[in-house]
C-alpha cells in the first residue's frame, strides 16, 4: 500500500527524485536478479525506480511534463499497488517573466519602446495582428500542444489568443503572433497543461489606435457631406485604418463635433 509520495509538485523539466513510502512494498533484491520496479503516474512513467528500503520505501527520477492530478501506480515485480484516493503528483504553474515585443510598452527590462500609444507609433500593433512577442519564463513545458498564450485589458487577460507560437527555448521562451484585435493596456498570461500563470504586470503591448480616412454620406451621388438633418437618423460610412475585427456595435463609440469630441 503507498501511503505518500513527495514531492507532490514536479518540475516541468523532469529529473527530480520522487520517494514513496508505504508499507509492504517489496524486498531489496540482489544485483543480479532485480524485480520490476516501476512508478507511473497519469500518462507519465518515471525512470530509475529503485527499492531503497526493504517493504518501506522506493525512490524514481520524474520525467518531464506539465498539468495536474495525476494519479499514481507503483509496481513491484509481480505486485502493482495504487495510493489512497486523492494522492497524486502534479507538475508546477507556470510562470511568465517577461516579454519583449515591437508592440510593447511598460517598466519591463525586455520590453521595448515606451508611452501611451499614438496612431503614428512606431511600437503600435495594427488592429490586423501578427507582429511577434517573445515570451520569457518557466515551467512551459516541452511540447507546444500543451501551452497556449493569451492576452486582454486588465480583468480580461483571456480575450485574445496568440497564433502561431514556436520555441525559442524548451520550457524557458516562446516566439508568438498577436492576433486581430483592438485596444491598449494589453496584459499577457500563459497556459500549460490547463494551468493558468499569473498575469505579467511590468510589461505590456498594444493595437494602433484608429484613424479616419474619410466620411462617405449614403444617399448621395458623390457622398460628400454637405448639410446633415437636423432629426439624425442620416446613414454614413467612416472608412480609415485600424478599426480592429466585426464585433458588435455596443464596442464602438463615435462622437463629432467642432472638436470631435463633443
Do not use: M
Not at 533484491?29 to 518515471?46: E, H, I, K, M, Q
Not at 489568443?161 to 514556436?166: L, P, R, S, Y
Amino acid at each position: 500500500f503507498v501511503s505518500s509520495i513527495t514531492p507532490e509538485v514536479l518540475d516541468t523539466t523532469g529529473g527530480q527524485i520522487v520517494t514513496i513510502t508505504g508499507t509492504n512494498l517489496g524486498p531489496s533484491y540482489a544485483v543480479d536478479t532485480p524485480p520490476t520496479v516501476a512508478l507511473r503516474y497519469g500518462n507519465y512513467s518515471a525512470s530509475n525506480c529503485t527499492i531503497a528500503r526493504p517493504y518501506e520505501l522506493v525512490t524514481c527520477y520524474s520525467v518531464a511534463g506539465v498539468a495536474v492530478d495525476h494519479g499514481i501506480t507503483l509496481q513491484v515485480g509481480a505486485h502493482v499497488f495504487s495510493g489512497h484516493a486523492g494522492l497524486a503528483l502534479r507538475y508546477a504553474v507556470p510562470v511568465l517573466q517577461s516579454l519583449s515585443s515591437a508592440a510593447a510598452v511598460g517598466n519591463s527590462s525586455e520590453s521595448r519602446g515606451g508611452g501611451a500609444p499614438t496612431a503614428g507609433d512606431a511600437g503600435a500593433l495594427g488592429s490586423a495582428g501578427n507582429p511577434d512577442v517573445d515570451l520569457h519564463g518557466h515551467g512551459f513545458g516541452q511540447d507546444l500542444r500543451d501551452f497556449a498564450a493569451f492576452y486582454g485589458p486588465p480583468g480580461d487577460e483571456l480575450r485574445y489568443q496568440a497564433v502561431g507560437c514556436t520555441w525559442l527555448q524548451q520550457d524557458r521562451a516562446v516566439r508568438c503572433r498577436h492576433s486581430a484585435g483592438r485596444g491598449a493596456q494589453l496584459r499577457w498570461r500563459v497556459r500549460v497543461g490547463g494551468q493558468l500563470s499569473g498575469v505579467l504586470k511590468s510589461a505590456e503591448t498594444h493595437y494602433a489606435a484608429p484613424s479616419i480616412t474619410g466620411l462617405v454620406w449614403h444617399g448621395l451621388s458623390d457622398g460628400n457631406i454637405t448639410e446633415l438633418d437636423t432629426r439624425g437618423n442620416e446613414p454614413f460610412e467612416i472608412r480609415g485604418d485600424n478599426f480592429g475585427p466585426l464585433v458588435t456595435d455596443s464596442a464602438i463609440r463615435v462622437t463629432y463635433g467642432p472638436a470631435g469630441t463633443e
